[in-house]
T-cell receptor
Framework: NAGVMQNPRHLVRRRGQEARLRCSPM?????VYWYRQLPEEGLKFMVY????????ESGMPKERFSAEFPKEGPSILRIQQVVRGDSAAYFC?????????????FGPGTRLTVL | AQKITQTQPGMFVQEKEAVTLDCTYD???????LFWYKQPSSGEMIFLIYQGSYDQQNATEGRYSLNFQKARKSANLVISASQLGDSAMYFC????????????FGTGTRLTIIP
């Protein structure tokens, strides 16, 4: 069974460009979470999605960031007009959902570097 | 709001010794889950152990055990017989069992095992 897949693993962008990060959840998982890890810090929640729905985006910056999880295909985290402060590791996690012992399985992360 | 505190930024431990990584939490939710993740230098997030707030016994997984003291709001990770491969960042996290399923992470502890 394949785990959570993220691509690309490394992404370099110049200031002002767009970054698209992809996440394919584990087979059978319909809940996806995006987290951001700045250098030398813990992970910070960004957004929680189910198929075609954004459940909680309280951790997303109000501008330039958006996320989707379409009916078909991977979840996409999109960052428009990137700035140097967006340089970070972006992790996607997936789960079956539910409230008890609901383990989130993490992908390997995408390391975004903004030049 | 939930908060995780890890007060040990770094620890050095002799190989084969046991090590305790501290984690305290704060939440007003009556039901929640506590998690520990390992992040080696390669960057991926590896799930280690889970403790539910209503679990009567402390969780154990191989060499990992969780010393859960609910009244003190602490969930320390104990690694027995440490190995060189245990050198990594360790993150404590929690999740409310009500509503949103997002994980709140601490800032982590960098563990270095000395041969």
């Amino acid at each position: 069974n394949a785990g959570v897949m993220q691509n690309p693993r490394h992404l370099v962008r110049r200031r002002g460009q767009e970054a698209r990060l992809r996440c394919s959840p584990m087979k059978g998982h319909s809940h996806v979470y995006w987290y951001r890890q700045l250098p030398e810090e813990g992970l910070k929640f960004m957004v929680y999605l189910q198929k075609e729905n954004i459940i909680d985006e309280s951790g997303m910056p109000k501008e330039r960031f958006s996320a989707e999880f379409p009916k078909e295909g991977p979840s996409i985290l999109r960052i428009q007009q990137v700035v140097r402060g967006d340089s970070a590791a972006y992790f996607c996690a997936s789960s079956l959902g539910g409230v008890t012992h609901n383990e989130q399985f993490f992908g390997p992360g995408t390391r975004l570097t903004v030049l | 709001a939930q908060k995780i505190t890890q007060t040990q930024p770094g620890m050095f431990v002799q190989e084969k010794e046991a090590v305790t990584l501290d984690c305290t939490y704060d939440t007003s939710d009556p039901s929640y889950g506590l998690f520990w993740y390992k992040q080696p230098s390669s960057g991926e997030m590896i799930f280690l152990i889970y403790q539910g707030s209503y679990d009567q016994q402390n969780a154990t997984e191989g060499r990992y055990s969780l010393n859960f003291q609910k009244a003190r709001k602490s969930a320390n990770l104990v690694i027995s017989a440490s190995q060189l491969g245990d050198s990594a960042m360790y993150f404590c996290a929690m999740r409310s069992n009500f509503g949103n399923e997002k994980l709140t992470f601490g800032t982590g502890t960098r563990l270095t095992i000395i041969p």
